[in-house]
């Protein structure tokens, strides 16, 4: 599952660590005074750890009057950038938004974050396109075994259920107070127009699976299956007949 992404690791990897030495060496002093060059190397490496010793960040340099001390800088430019195409390589490997990778997502949708909604929905998709199926077909089958459940078989057709993944965004308490409002106004003209009764629209808002923002069927895969099957065959005898 890593192996197609350890280039785009190794890549982050190295330029954290490149970036991290760059801002280790980032200032360097220069110190320059006559007869340095007639001095041997061990004489240069205890100037140098003298120098280094006495003249840190805030410290008061006392030199000659024909020495010298200067500070430079490693130049930084284009680091960003750099950063920024990293992060961007290593969200498209992974299918992740960089948001979402660093963290800085708190999965509260505000704003035009598209992005982070499209990464959100396509999680949703797989959730209940891949594994729902699997896990309403497990817990299917512990309802029938007779020993691992209550201590007898359940028909699973004789219980209402129905499998919920946890919601993995929400929306401000604003736009939520929006939504519901024009949900409210929308079932206030279908209850007009006959379409829907007020009980049907009670039972798909606040009936046994909470609030919801739309009309939905409760049921396993099993459920819809059957209903398929029973439209179906309803639209061979209208057709056949």
Known sequence: MLEPLFDAITVLDTSLWSVGQMLYDFAFKVYKAEGIEDMN???????????????????????????ELDKKTTNLSGMKDLLDYVWDYLSGAVRMPKTVIKGQEAGTIAGAQYDVMNYYSRIAAMQENELKPHIERLIRLLLCSQDEVGGGSINPDSHEWEIKFNPLWSVDSKTDAEIRKLVAETD?????????????????????????????????SVDWDAIAHEVYQAWREKHDG
């Open 188 to 220: 206030q003209i279908y209850i007009g127009n006959g379409v829907v009764a007020p009980d049907e629209v009670r039972q798909a808002r606040f009936g046994q699976f909470g609030l919801t923002e739309e009309n939905k069927l409760s049921g396993d």
């Open 41 to 67: 190397t061990s004489e240069k490496y205890e100037l140098g750890m003298l120098m280094d010793f006495m003249f840190r960040t805030e410290a008061l340099a006392i030199i000659g009057k024909e020495e």
